[in-house]
Nanobody, 117 residues
């Protein structure tokens, strides 16, 4: 069982920054990768960024150069630093983990990010 708890969402003006945190409950040795997805009302959940256990990172094209994903294994936490925020970044942001054993994937409850113009 892996528990993922997101925090750090809120309301910010366009051009501003937010840092999301995802605290995970399980030992990092069983987690292959942790990522962030977002879902706007009426839209599909979309991939944002991810980081593997070895530290390799990947980003959606829409956030490259603006968002930075990082992890602190000592704190069992993954961060998503979001800079130069745009109104289209408004969505609920979910933390996701790929793990080595069934059910192989976990989701957090999400944290809302609202970017105003």
């Amino acid at each position: 069982q892996v528990q993922l708890v997101e925090s750090g969402g809120g309301l910010v003006q366009a051009g501003g920054s937010l840092r999301l945190s995802c605290e995970f409950s399980r030992s990092s040795s069983s987690i292959l990768a942790i990522g962030w997805y977002h879902q706007a009302p009426g839209k599909e959940r979309e991939y944002v960024a991810s980081i593997t256990s070895s530290g390799a990172t990947s980003y959606a094209e829409t956030v490259k150069g603006r968002f930075i994903i990082s992890r602190d294994n000592a704190k069992n936490t993954v961060y998503l630093q979001m800079n130069s925020l745009k109104t289209e970044d408004t969505a609920r942001y979910y933390c996701h983990a790929d793990v080595t054993a069934y059910p192989y994937t976990y989701w957090g409850q999400g944290t809302q990010v609202t970017v105003s113009s």
